[in-house]
């Protein structure tokens, strides 16, 4: 855990592949269906995929990318990866709700 | 049963966001001392939003799809289940990963931070982003609360 370009890379990828398994799971029920059958609900299989792929690939981004020096030009990109992961969902469920 | 889990999970969320704000202050103007707290609130703030993270999920796997939710759809206000339960339940997911990001940060840059003025910027704004999220976690919680408050007062 101490390469912070990996963990930042890593930390990047699992908000994307929430936000993407997020609004595809609601759009497809099939896929919904499947992510409950793997754990027994949708959401303990997403906490699940972001838990492992988290581990995962923080353990071979680390071996593979060179530390970062400029530890604020990566916290930007994480940052704002979560904000637009953030208004993606919270966009995506009024747009749900109101048509 | 039901109360006390959501109690607990958001007594842990809520903590870990004074945790996260204790991180921020210590940083504002951080010495070796103010570094190895907020260092020790950070882990702190790391395990409470992993606590929350399951009383959350078990309650909500467990009795919420159940037993509220239902409710909550038949009621007045069915919009807090289907925005704010919903939108909730998954960008909580990407608080614990940033939190355990920057326990990371201030673990392998300690020393840095007092001469280094990025790498302290860097932290605090992961604090900022980090409080941001707690706090629409706590605001969403509220509004769910008063969806089922409302339909059970309407009879749904």
Redesign the interface.
Known sequence: ??N?KS??I??II??II??IL?IWA?LSKPLKDFLASLS??H??T??LI?IIL?IFLNFILSKSINQEK???????K??WT??I??IT??GF??L??LI | MVSSLIAIHAFLGEAGIIAFIWVFIELLNPSKERVNRAKFAALLGTIFFLLSWLSGGYYYVQDYGVNVKPVIKEGPQPWAHSIFTETKEHVFLFLPFLAILTLSILKKYDKDLLKNNNTKKAILYLCIIIVIIGALMAGMGYLISTGYRTALEAGA
Do not use: P, R
């Open positions: 855990m101490k912070i963990m930042s890593s930390t699992i908000i929430t936000v997020t609601d027994g609900h959401w303990v997403k906490s972001a988290f400029n530890v604020f030009h990566e916290v930007k994480v940052i979560t904000v992961g953030i969902i919270s469920y009024i749900h709700y």
